[in-house]
């Protein structure tokens, strides 16, 4: 139990365009979802933790409208970004978290490769 | 705040051999102290986690870490090497025993077994 996937796991997208990754929690309800940054090489990054019907909490540094967030279900959240430029290519995980799942730990699921050219 | 420093980020070991992997922590408050596994193109895996009950912690895969307060230490090892423990790991802290707040990672340690 407790699978959390992603989609899409690689994604290539021209600068300028917008992209979807989507992060479901497959066998249980995520009240909260994480979102984090992985660059080559080095530590995962919290970039905005969002709860099921409530905007998310950013962190710093973070921004808000490059990096939209919604988590409209509990079973599933969306990162969206925006204008998308070569900077922005990295490793986009996400976890789960949920009342169902044991002790509350967080879930990861298998991350999303994003290649911004 | 909370930190965590991962010494080392590349660990060759032959296999057979004892697995340290190296993680001291920094926080204000008790920290609540956790190791992951990340395999390539993966997400990431809970191998153990400490929250207070006991200083020795037995995880999956045969994987223990200690939780030593005098030493701000909660290193991970592994009694004999196995070619499958080949992987990056991820030390963490959080406020929280369930790892449900923020959690934050040291810089990871990847391993490599020798055959």
């Known amino acids: 139990g407790a699978v959390v996937s992603q989609h899409p796991s690689r994604v290539i997208c021209k600068s300028g365009t917008s992209v979807k990754i989507e992060c479901r929690s497959l066998?249980?309800?995520?009240?909260?979802m994480f979102w984090y940054r992985q660059f080559p090489k080095k530590s995962l990054m919290l970039m905005a933790t969002s709860n099921e019907g409530s905007k998310a909490t950013y962190e710093q540094g973070v921004e808000k409208d490059k990096f939209l967030i919604n988590h409209a279900s509990l079973t599933l959240s969306t990162l969206t970004v925006t204008s998308a430029h070569p900077e922005d290519s990295s490793f986009y995980i996400c976890?789960?978290?949920?009342?169902?799942?044991?002790?509350?730990?967080?879930?990861f699921g298998p991350g999303t490769r994003l290649t911004v050219l | 705040a909370q930190s965590v420093t991962q010494l080392g980020s590349h660990v060759s070991v032959s296999e057979g051999a004892l697995v340290l992997l190296r993680c001291n922590y920094s926080s204000s408050v008790p920290p609540y102290l956790f190791w992951y596994v990340q395999y390539p193109n993966q997400g990431l895996q809970l191998l153990l986690k400490?929250?207070?009950?006991?200083?020795l912690v037995k995880g999956i895969n045969g994987f223990e870490a200690e939780f030593k307060k005098s030493e701000t230490s909660f290193h991970l090892t592994k009694p004999s090497a196995h070619m499958s423990d080949a992987a990056e790991y991820f030390c963490a802290v959080s406020l929280s025993p369930f790892g449900n707040e923020k959690l934050t990672f040291g810089t990871g340690t990847r391993l490599t077994i020798i055959p």
């Open positions: 066998d249980f309800q995520a009240t909260t």
């Open positions: 976890s789960a978290r949920g009342s169902s799942s044991g002790d509350n730990e967080q879930f």
């Open positions: 400490y929250t207070s009950a006991a200083t």
